[in-house]
T-cell receptor, first 113, second 110 residues
Framework: EAQVTQNPRYLITVTGKKLTVTCSQN?????MSWYRQDPGLGLRQIYY???????DKGDVPEGYKVSRKEKRNFPLILESPSPNQTSLYFC???FGRGMTEAFFGQGTRLTVV | QQQVKQSPQSLIVQKGGISIINCAYE??????FPWYQQFPGKGPALLIA?????SEKKEGRFTISFNKSAKQFSLHIMDSQPGDSATYFC?????????FGPGTRLSVLP
């Protein structure tokens, strides 16, 4: 089954404690990206990657890091989480450029206290 | 210039009615306009999408109308069903840089 898998689904952490949210896709997609979803703001792109070792900033990259060492994995790293990073996070992948469908993971609800 | 505006914020429609959601963008470089449907607890799923060289695209009960000169596009859901109750997001993209609207929560009453 084609899917994008995120872990964990839920996470509560404290300010400043580094965390990683993993994302893996089994569709051999070139493109992967991370979004955060906040009420009234929709989905905002954090980072995206066009291929292995190629990443670029989206609209809200501050406070986040990503890496793309393998095609299937695209982890999101919060080096020093803050309460304003409390949000619902989605990973997505797609095959290529143009009108290609982006498949989204189930989401990770992060709370930073 | 990166913003995509979406209205209404919420919409209540009777079963069998037409649901209409509108979006507007500013960046003329955008070349792909998808609509996503999201159910509670799930990730968004692509519903229908359009290129700017086409004015309308229809897939089943779902139709996108696109007005390039006005930089507006809309989603029409014909014969709306309770199972269509979800949050709908419009988006605009250039390459892999996607900008989403804030979403419309649709409720279809039985």
């Amino acid at each position: 089954e084609a899917q994008v898998t995120q872990n964990p689904r839920y996470l509560i952490t404290v300010t400043g404690k580094k965390l990683t949210v993993t994302c893996s896709q089994n569709m051999n997609h070139e493109y992967m990206s991370w979004y955060r979803q906040d009420p009234g703001l929709g989905l905002r792109q954090i980072y995206y990657s066009m291929n292995v070792e190629v990443t670029d900033k989206g609209d809200v990259p501050e406070g986040y890091k990503v890496s793309r060492k393998e095609k299937r994995n695209f982890p999101l790293i919060l080096e020093s989480p803050s309460p304003n990073q409390t949000s619902l996070y989605f990973c997505a992948s797609s095959f290529g450029r143009g009108m290609t469908e982006a498949f989204f993971g189930q989401g990770t609800r992060l709370t930073v206290v | 210039q990166q913003q995509v505006k979406q209205s209404p914020q919420s919409l209540i429609v009777q079963k069998g009615g037409i649901s209409i959601i509108n979006c507007a963008y500013e960046n003329t470089a955008f070349d792909y306009f998808p609509w996503y449907q999201q159910f509670p607890g799930k990730g968004p799923a692509l519903l229908i999408a359009i290129r700017p060289d086409v004015s309308e695209k229809k897939e089943g009960r779902f139709t996108i109308s696109f007005n390039k000169s006005a930089k507006q596009f809309s989603l029409h859901i014909m014969d709306s069903q309770p199972g269509d109750s979800a949050t709908y997001f419009c988006a605009a993209s250039k390459g892999q840089n996607f900008v989403f609207g804030p979403g419309t929560r649709l409720s279809v009453l039985p």
